[in-house]
């Protein structure tokens, strides 16, 4: 570590002989730099090596505590004098703290003793704990009881009382009948004004019980109201802090670029996305590194993050794999702060289906069946307009259908069907809606799979934090099932023929990938696995009946890896 600038670490191995890049790397879709590997590999040698924290990151089966993989960060760079070395990230804390010997500080502390985050968070803790002691109180459950008891025991009292007045008025009604025509007019009067005041009477009572039973139902909620108002006041201060805790520390937030602009993060979230920041912006590898690096002068090369331990739950995650910048939270923060620097094109303002033709395998008056090329999209994005669809509506313009029954990733290659004719799209679409297509896919897996066949059922949604990236969650996902089959064993990799039951953004890919699928990413997956020539992934396959036939028609592409 160099002694002029704490945390700037010279290379131990002699980097001569590497050239550097002539860009800064974008960081949302990159090739690490051998710089960046090197410097990675230091990081990871110390973080194997190190007795610094005591931090359980899943790779020792023998150590205790909760386990917690961690993405880091390594920023290759040059001070000064131009010498060159790299600075190294933890996202969020580390072992319950954010100030390490090895990596650079948070651009803001909370968890400083003497800061004002704990200690408002102690505050709001105890607010927290003073809920919760009233909500689980005797108190308040015997409360509730009595004014459930007192409801139910008034409203029997208005019943019996209701019960016995209809009676009485049956009564009365039968001595007016029995009476009517056997008394004089003046002695049927006489009875007739005894029989109302009767009903008065039984009126009135019912008023006096009514009343007695309001006023004793009300005074069981009132007791139980002033718990309740005591909870709602504890839980109004509760909000009313925690927005000016958030308002506070979004105001300790304010970024560098390599002009030396800053800019706070409210800022940049309100003029980039016109939202508030999410939880965490800025606690990412990613700002912490170029922050400290532009506080201290240091020219930024390349840039490269990985993730360290074991998989999560929910997000892919491999052991010393390479990763994107996360988009939900860094994106706008790191769009300010590469401000200055020459950085490396993004390629999803590239269009990939460049020079690239579009096999028609077959076509009929109701449908084009086309084998996709591999970093082609079905449809126009948002960048690019180049597809499958604007292709064929160029070629066909007078067509008057949504042409697109069903999508392929753009890094999938294969069979995609379109429809010529509204009819057509909307017979086909209702088999797929009703998972009576039979598909195939092949895909060659990076790693060796035992088992020859099964089912993987694990539920996705997205990443909100990192679209278009998916997530395994069983409270939110939605229901996604493979079934697979293997094919070979090729040296160190496994070609596979997926079957999907569902139709997932991304299923094959992650179910591939996850720790709780096959834990075994696809070839070339640059977002669950590693990146490569291409993904291999390929749609072969395809069955469904034709809208005009109504007969079985299938068709099949062998794959191209």
Known sequence: MSKEIPYFHLFQEDTEQISLPSRFTFPFCYEPHELSKLAAQQVQDYLMNQQDFDHNFGLDPEQSGLIIGKMFGVLVLRDQQGQLGFLAAVSGKLAGTNRHNYFVPPIFDMLDPEGFFLKEEEIINQINRDIEKLQNSTALKDLKTKLASTRAQEEQALADMRALHKKNKAERKAIRNTHKESLSVDEYKLIEEDLIKQSYRDQHHYDVQKELSAKNILQAETELNEILNQIDLLKQERKLRSSNLQNELFDQYHFLNANQQRKSVLDIFKDSKNIIPPAGAGECAAPKLLQYAFEHNLKPISMAEFWWGSSPNQEVRKHLNFYPACRGKCEPILEHMLQGLAVDPNPMLENPADGKELEIIFEDEAIIVVNKPAEFLSVPGINVQDSVQSRIMAKYPNLDSPLIIHRLDMSTSGILVLAKTKEAHQF???????????????????????????????????????????????????????????????????????????????????????AKGLNCAIIGDDLYGKRANRLHLHAGYIQFIHPHSKASVSFEVSDPF
């Open 428 to 514: 086909i679409q209702s088999q797929f809606i009703n998972h009576t297509v039979k598909k195939r896919y092949t895909a060659l897996l990076d790693g060796i799979i035992q088992q020859p066949e099964g089912l993987i059922d694990l539920p996705l949604r997205v990443d909100l934090d990192d679209r278009p990236r998916q997530v395994v969650c069983y409270e939110y996902g939605k229901p996604a099932q493979t079934e697979y089959k293997i094919v070979a064993i090729e040296g160190q990799h496994t070609r596979i023929h997926y079957f999907p039951l569902t139709g997932r953004t991304h299923q094959l890919r992650v179910h591939s990938a996850h």
